[in-house]
């Protein structure tokens, strides 16, 4: 059964070092997002992306963030100087008809 | 803020019907309501939706009420590899595949031998 697969699975950074979270989402998806989960709370919406632009993101997606699909299998989220508070688990989703979200395992950013 | 409330947790034994509540009074007709559930810290799994007809998979059984203001999750014999947590979520309807998923607080089914 095809799967969205995320790399690496647990990042450790310093604080104010960019860091770049890898997805390969399922091969015939359209529709790409990112969500995170802060240990303990919910998940997060992020960001949602289409035909290579955002198509919607939440107030957490500010500027420090961004989002790339390089090439036609892998979809980037790049955070630009990481911040202790986002330290968190983050999903890749991607989707394509009957559009169900399919999460891939998450990878684990730790912000020291 | 989710559209939806979960009792924050429920109980089940080994083999039983796991019966998951999940008011929506707020949905609107072209809303679906999705069933998600994650496993630990894994990523949050699909399980079912429906539009207003009761829904069956290989995973679960979704009863929506006829009012569709609530719905039910069940898991016909569930095992103790269905401990995890719920979320039912309601999302328009296929406008575009770009909707995000909202996520609550979920109920926290718990599976004992």
């Known amino acids: 059964e095809p799967e969205v697969t995320q790399t690496p699975s647990h990042q450790v950074t310093q604080m104010g070092q960019e860091v770049i979270l890898r997805c390969v989402p399922i091969?015939?998806?359209?529709?790409f997002y990112w969500y995170r989960q802060i240990l303990g709370q919910k998940v997060e919406f992020l960001v949602s992306?289409?035909?290579?632009?955002?198509?919607?993101k939440s107030e957490i997606f500010d500027d420090q963030f961004s989002v790339e699909r390089p090439d036609g299998s892998n979809f980037t989220l790049k955070i630009r100087s990481t911040k202790l508070e986002d330290s968190a688990m983050y999903f890749c989703?991607?989707?394509?008809?009957?559009?169900?979200?399919?999460f891939g395992p998450g990878t684990r950013l730790t912000v020291t | 803020d989710a559209k939806t409330t979960q009792p924050p947790s429920m109980d089940c034994a080994e083999g039983r019907a796991a019966n998951l509540p999940c008011n929506h009074s707020?949905?609107?007709?072209?809303?679906?309501v999705y069933w998600y559930r994650q496993i630990h810290s894994q990523g949050p799994q699909y399980i079912i939706h429906?539009?207003?007809n009761n829904e069956t998979n290989e995973m679960a059984s979704l009863i929506i009420t006829e009012d569709r203001k609530s719905s039910t999750l069940i898991l016909p014999h569930a095992t103790l590899r269905d401990t995890a947590v719920y979320y039912c979520i309601v999302r328009p309807a296929l406008s575009g595949g770009y909707n995000k998923l909202i996520f609550g607080a979920g109920t926290r089914l718990a599976v004992h031998p």
């Open positions: 091969s015939n998806h359209l529709y």
């Open positions: 707020t949905i609107s007709g072209n809303e679906y």
């Open positions: 429906g539009l207003k």
């Open positions: 989703a991607s989707t394509g008809p009957p559009y169900e979200q399919y």
């Open positions: 992306f289409y035909n290579n632009e955002i198509s919607e």
